[in-house]
Structure formats: C-alpha cells, structure tokens
C-alpha cells in the first residue's frame, strides 16, 4: 500500500518532486520516441516506476497507487508529456484497473490489481471490430453462455500492442435480440486462451503497433465477466469518457508548433508574410486549445464529471496537430517525402513523424466524425 499523502503537497511542490525523479531517472535516448515504443523496450523503466509506487497515480492508495486528487494527477501527466516520457502498454493502469475498482468483484480485484502493478499482466484493449470502430456499438463478436464458461468468437482489430498482452479485455454481444447499446458484456480473457490468435499490422511508418486479435471459440470463465450480463457499454463509455480529455492535451500541437518554426528559421520562411500569417493563426490557435484543454482540466480538479462537449476538445487538438504536420511537410518541399532527419539549410528535421503520428489522430478514441455528431445531438440538441 502507498502510504506518502501526495495531496497533502503544495501542487507545485508535487510538480517539482515528479520532474525532478523523470530528469534524474528516465532514459535520455526514450525521450520523445518518434514511435510507440514495445514492451521489452520500455519495461526497464516502467518496473522502475512500479518500485517507486508511481505505476498508478490515479488509483487510491488503498489498492497500491498513489491516489492523487484531480489536479495533483493532472500534474503528473503534464510533466510526462513535458519531459517526453514514453507510453508504456498501459491499458492494465489506465482502463482495467479503474474499472476494476469500481465495477469488478472483491475476488477480481484481488487477483488482477496486484499482477498489473507488478507488470505481470499486461493488457491490450478488445473494442474495435473491422466494421464497428467508431460505430462501437454495432459490434459482432460474440459470447455464448455454455455452463460456466462464455464461448467467444469473432474478430476485434486496432488492438495497441497486443503481441505484448498477456491479457485482454473485450466487449462482446451476449444479446443479439437486443437494441445494440444493450446486448453487450465485458470480459477478461487470458491472451494464451485456445483459440486467440494475433497478428500485428505494419503501417506506413514501417512499425507494427496495431494487431488484429481472431477468437475462435475461446472459452472465458463467467468469473471474468466484469459487472452485470449485457451491461457492458455502460463500463465502455464510463472509461472513454476520461480518455478523451489527455487526447485533448495541447502537447502534440504545441511540439509540432516549434518543428515548424525551427524549419521556417532555418529556411527564412518568416520573410514571407503570407507563411507567417498561416503561421500566426496556427499559433493562435494552438494557444487557443490550450486555454480550452485548461477549462476542462479545471472542471477534473474540481471532481466534476466531463460531460459531451469533452468531445470538442479532442477534435480541436487533433486538426489542429493535423494542420501543423500538413505545414511541416509542405515547408520542407520536395524533401517532405522522405523518411527520418533531412538536412535543410545548415540543419536537420524530421517532418514525416510528425504527418504519420497526426493520421491516426483524428481516428482513435472515437473518430472526429462521432465526436461531431455527439456535440450536435448531446450539446446542440440537434435531431438525430
């Protein structure tokens, strides 16, 4: 158990103590990975992590983390992203062991809370479907009841880093008869199960940080069921809704703001008073994101629950990461193309990982075409 009262700390007292542990303690050459970095690369540091009792800044301190109040986990996140600090697969920390806490069994907590903190489980996330990604709900995997197991079998793909889980937690159909947000269940199924099989996804960078996940009649124990039968998109939205506030953070836009200016210094772009004018309203408007990512940051601080408009946040920060990536490409010219560094005017940049990182953006948590239609049906209370 965690026993140090981090919120008894001033907040930058808190902020001072985490950037002090990351600048002394993180590698320098895994700072601002130009990709997602696998588990065997990353394990070092997140073990690290583990042993300091920091692997879990939002769980409460009763189940091992450091039950950070509202802004003091803000804080910590925030100095994550400042010193370039890799994600590690950490859907076990972010996802299963929150919805753990709140929806699961005394006897699931107390097998799966202390394995994900001591990095034995590690889990991927089994939501998207080749035809319900951002339609979620229309999901076709499905869990037949047969004694004390479900059979599951289907298909689920965008998986993070699945050829690293050892465990998976899935939305299958346990209703077919029902509205669609309504047959639906959660499970936790062991990724060594007979019948999973996964096969990664090579993107256009080259990595494979996406796997397809096959399940051929794989047998569950009802044990693993989290929370009530065909109750399981209640769970789902309840841990998206929180997701969608860092995939908001303005940190993207503002690193890819000064790879921008850094190209244009070196190539006397800001001569042109047309780039600049592009370059100002890009700047304002990542200024502008940063004032709204605040607001909502204020209302988490506050305990208040993120309501539909979270939404808006999330298509600010990835178009406009978009735009800027657009920019970089289209400011190093016929040098855009190429992959890694490229040498322009007495220095170097790379411009390609930033335009391939912005593509997936747009998409993940929800595509920014649902996120619209929640803001018009949710907040604008347009018709349907």
Not at 95 to 112: K, T
Not at 146 to 161: A, E, M, R, Y
Not at 340 to 349: A, K, L, T, V
Not at 355 to 372: L, M, V
Request: aromatic residues 10%; hydrophobic residues 40%; proline residues 5%.
């Amino acid at each position: 158990m965690n026993t140090t009262d981090w919120n008894s700390l001033d907040t930058e007292d808190f902020r001072a103590t985490v950037r002090s542990f990351f600048e002394r303690n993180y590698p320098e050459d895994l700072r601002y990975p130009k990709r997602r970095l696998r588990w065997a690369e990353i394990r070092d540091w997140t073990l690290q992590l583990s042993a300091q009792g920091w692997l879990a800044p939002s769980w409460p301190a009763r189940y091992g983390g450091m039950g950070l109040a509202p802004g003091k986990l803000i804080a910590f996140i925030e100095e994550q992203e400042r010193h370039g600090i890799a994600r590690a697969p950490d859907m076990g920390i972010s996802m299963v062991g929150p919805l753990l806490i709140q929806h699961g069994s005394d006897e699931q907590r107390a097998h799966y809370l202390p394995r994900i903190l001591a990095c034995e489980d590690i889990w991927c996330q089994g939501y998207s479907e080749p035809n319900s990604g951002s339609d979620l709900a229309s999901l076709r995997t499905e869990a037949v009841e047969d004694g004390d197991d479900f059979i599951v079998s289907g298909q689920k793909t965008w998986t993070t880093l699945a050829q690293d889980a050892t465990h998976i937690f899935l939305l299958v159909r346990t209703d077919k008869a029902a509205k669609k947000q309504e047959g639906i269940s959660f499970l936790l199924a062991d990724m060594k199960s007979p019948g999973i099989t996964v096969r990664p996804i090579r993107n256009i960078a080259g990595n494979e940080d996406f796997c397809e996940v096959f399940l051929d009649n794989v047998r569950v124990p009802r044990s693993q069921r989290v929370g009530e039968l065909n109750r399981g998109w209640t769970i789902a939205k309840a841990l998206l809704s929180f997701e969608r506030i860092f995939l908001g953070s303005p940190k993207q836009s503002q690193y890819a703001l000064a790879r921008v200016r850094e190209a244009a210094e070196l190539l006397g772009l800001f001569d042109d008073p047309v780039f600049t004018d592009r370059y100002t309203q890009l700047a304002l408007d990542v200024a502008d994101l940063g004032t709204l990512y605040t607001r909502f940051v204020d209302q988490v601080k506050r305990g208040e629950t993120l309501g539909p408009d979270v939404s808006m946040l999330k298509v600010f920060a990835t178009e406009t990461y978009s735009r800027l990536a657009n920019l970089l490409v289209e400011i190093a010219g016929a040098s855009g193309g190429t992959p890694g560094d490229i040498e322009i005017e007495g220095g170097s940049i790379d411009v390609l990982t930033t335009f391939y990182n912005a593509r997936p953006a747009t998409i993940y948590g929800g595509s920014n075409e649902i996120q619209r239609n929640i803001l018009a049906t949710s907040v604008l209370q347009l018709p349907a």
